[in-house]
């Protein structure tokens, strides 16, 4: 238990009797969004799943604002109970909030009545998702130093409000465009009815909750809705002209209304509160021996003002000099100066309190992050190079407070479409899953303009990341586990989706009936153990592997994987081989740079092999060095035709006794992932019963024999002949040649063989 707890502009949080944790010492900022739960009148319950707590100042008070009901939950003297996969690491228990000593707090209904003048959830899924557009929406938020400012629409009226500390309590100012309906909003929820005096301005709880309220422009009045249940809410009658609200709570004296805030004034921007700039020294790398590809560090900064653990899970490029990354813990930071010369870097801290942002886009200069609670646009106003305005883009997504719903990437086709994954609600443990909402387990697609949200697949368990082609192809990583039997590529296009992916509790309405769309290719755990992001080669760029070639990042490996893809009868399938290259952390996120080179991201936040907390990257091919992998594999009726970048030695490459081949299947069941099943000999009781337990300890591989190895006339593709080849999951190659000049050629493809030809 915490005996003392702070959140102010920078938040720090001191524990007795032991050394601070990271994430109780990180200066937040004066908003923090995510999921917060709570007890009220007794029972726990997920108090805000789409939450704001804001810092009111003075290191001792806060208030929860929940974006999905427009409503403020409560103000309390206090902060929270740690908890949440981001910051304990627990599985299970969430971020609680120590609101022991409430101003005032509300069940969990509408903030705002409907024009019916009920506060009833009205939602099309009870406890999740938007209000109804026609009730009321949220628009997102202003910073300016210290105050947050919400900005909703309720029935067609715009809403500015906030929560402050005043001189006699806690207090809520509104600003209120124009609007030609009465409104009704929620201010508290008591154990005891409310007595009302000041004709209508004053309001007493029998639990000692004394409430006063004015207005500039308008006569405003307190009044009860259920009053034995002890409810307090403000009717605002229509009204031609902007109008000030205010309202304010207090359990110690009589509190008192003061001057109104103008809030309009404080959307125009602010001064910066993260107004240093750190710096640091990366360092340039050479291509290992065998390697065509060097890879330079884009160190990040050390110790930072702000003790902000940067984890950084989305990026992307500003400009050719400057990327935009996105933290798990919410922070949005900048880099430059990679353009020509990675000795002296330059970071700034932007932006913070986002809610588990992995994944950023930059489109025409604007930034936009994807975390849990959707889509935000983040706006500088006032060009200071600080983020003012965090703008709900689209927060059409639905979200529970199961810890392992994961939210990852942020990506757009060429039309201007984003695109994002979202896993389902694994337990704890990762076995089975909690309740399934709509949009657990999907591909997302929203439009150019945020208005429209789409469901492209169903059935994702945890993806890691995705890619879009140059033609719209969807692609996603996925982690093995219920449902899903081994790490994989998933692969579409435009024209397949809606597809189902696999996991059959996350299967939603959109697919039903329908089979499982295989991968393009499953890796096994020695190649990936949790798949990350996608990227595409784009057109004009030189990276010794060609333009609209995929290349698969693997987040458990810290590896990434160049797909080679082969169609058969309109069938997608593929291999996959490592491009020999050493991360310092987990592969997660890639994009290009305009200069041809790819920059890669990833951090160490659950099972992985990542050497480092979280590493930024650049990889450069070097023309000056052979391509030592393949760079083509083909199917045929009798094995395998796998091409070569250089000329291959003749005597190694048809020497039989220079690959090493062997197939297996995997079992999709409810089981945790899947052991590895004979093909040729498959055993039919123990496939059975790996539906029923577990069944890792089984492994039976199928030694296949080369019957024959042939080389091509251009000396650069080996022709393999493999006895009684057939359909697999896993097909395993490995070789071991040389090139003609005498270069070493060893490694490995893993290809899924869905059709022969």
């Known amino acids: 238990m915490m005996k003392t707890a702070t959140f102010c502009a920078l938040l720090s949080i001191s524990l007795p009797l032991r050394a601070a944790q990271w994430f109780e010492e990180m200066q937040f900022g004066p908003a923090w969004s995510n999921t917060f739960v709570d007890q009220y009148k007794g029972q726990r319950r997920a108090a805000a799943l789409k939450g704001i707590l804001v810092d009111l100042g003075e290191r001792k008070n806060c208030a929860v604002y929940d974006t999905e009901t427009l409503r403020w939950v409560t103000a309390y003297s206090g902060f929270v109970k740690w908890g949440g996969t981001p ?55 202003y910073k300016n130093g210290q105050a947050i400012v919400i900005e909703s629409e309720v029935q067609g009226t715009r809403v500015l409000e906030t929560v402050k500390a005043g001189a006699s309590g806690i207090e809520r100012h509104w600003e209120i465009a124009p609007g030609s309906k009465d409104l009704v909003v929620l201010l508290a929820d008591e154990d005891g ?73 404080l959307t125009k921007g602010g001064a910066p509160q993260y107004s240093e700039v750190l710096t640091s020294a990366g360092t340039t790398g050479e291509p290992a021996e065998g390697s065509a590809w060097a890879v330079d560090q884009i160190k990040l900064p050390g110790n930072n003002p702000w003790k902000s653990n940067l984890r950084f899970g989305g990026f992307d490029f500003l400009d050719e000099n400057t990327a935009v990354l996105s933290s798990w813990n919410g922070d949005v930071w900048t880099v430059s100066g990679f353009n020509k010369d990675v000795t002296k870097l330059s970071w ?7 809610f588990e942002t992995l994944g950023l886009k930059v489109v025409k200069g604007q930034i936009y992050v994807h975390g849990r609670d ?19 883009f689209n927060r059409d997504v639905i979200i529970t407070q199961n810890f392992h719903e994961f939210a990852f990437d942020l990506q757009t086709d060429k039309e201007g479409n984003f695109y994002f994954v979202k896993a389902s609600p694994v337990r704890g443990g990762g076995r089975g899953f909690d309740p399934i909402a709509p949009h657990h387990g999907i591909v997302a697609k929203v439009s150019a303009d945020g208005k429209k949200f789409e469901v492209l697949a169903t059935g994702l368990r945890a993806p890691g990341g995705m890619g879009v082609g140059p033609d719209g192809q969807i692609t996603t990583g996925e982690n093995e586990g219920t449902w899903q039997p081994r790490c994989k590529v998933n692969y579409f296009t435009k024209d397949q989706a809606p597809v189902f992916l696999g996991t059959e509790d996350s299967k939603q309405a959109i697919n039903a009936g329908k089979s499982l769309h295989e991968p393009i290719c499953y890796l096994p755990m020695s190649a990936d153990n949790s798949g990350g992001s996608q990227v595409w080669v784009p057109a004009g760029v030189d990276f010794g592997i060609k333009a609209g070639e995929l290349i698969h990042l693997s987040y458990g490996k810290s590896s990434i994987y160049r797909i080679l893809p082969d169609s058969v009868g309109g069938v997608t399938q593929g291999a996959a081989v490592k491009i020999p290259v050493q991360l310092q952390s987990s592969a997660m996120r890639a994009r290009f740079h305009t200069d041809g080179s790819l920059f890669l991201l990833g951090f160490r936040g659950w099972q992985t092999n990542a050497a480092s907390e979280c590493a930024f990257q650049r990889i450069r091919y070097v023309k000056e060095k052979p391509l030592l992998l393949p760079v083509s594999q083909k199917v ?121 030809p």
């Open 193 to 265: 009815a409310f007595e009302i005096t000041g004709d209508g301005g004053m309001a007493k709880s029998a639990a000692g909750l004394q409430v006063a309220a004015g207005a500039d422009g308008a006569k405003v009045s307190l009044q009860t809705s259920d009053n034995a249940k002890g409810r307090l809410a403000l009717k605002i009658p229509a009204h031609q002209k902007a109008i000030r609200v205010q309202v304010v709570f207090s359990r110690d004296a009589a509190p008192k209304v003061g001057a109104f805030a103008d809030l309009v004034a």
């Open 87 to 141: 910051w304990t690491g627990q599985h299970g228990n969430l971020v609680t909030l120590q609101d022991d000593k409430p101003f005032f707090i509300t069940e969990s209904v509408c903030g705002w009545a409907a024009e019916n003048g009920s506060f009833d959830d009205d939602r099309e899924l009870k406890g999740m998702g938007n209000l109804p557009a026609k009730h009321g929406r949220y628009l997102g938020y």
């Open 348 to 354: 700034k801290r932007i932006a913070s309190g986002l």
């Open 636 to 756: 045929t009726a009798k094995g395998v035709n796998i091409g070569f970048a250089v000329d291959l030695d003749k005597e190694l490459a048809v020497d039989v006794k220079s690959y090493n081949v062997e197939r297996w299947n995997y079992v999709r069941s409810v089981q945790y992932g899947s052991g590895e099943f004979s093909v040729d000999q498959p055993d039919a009781a123990a496939i059975e019963q790996a539906t029923k337990k577990e069944s890792h300890n089984v492994r039976v591989h199928d030694k296949v024999e080369v019957l024959s190895a042939q080389l091509s006339a251009d000396g650069k593709t080996v022709e393999l002949e493999l006895k009684g080849m057939k359909p697999c999951n896993q097909l395993r190659i490995g070789y071991d040649l040389e090139s003609a000049k005498g270069e070493k050629i060893a490694g490995e493809l893993f290809s899924t063989v869905k059709k022969l």
């Open 374 to 392: 959707g889509i935000t646009q983040l706006i500088d106003l006032n060009g200071d190079g600080e983020i003012d305005q965090f703008k709900a």
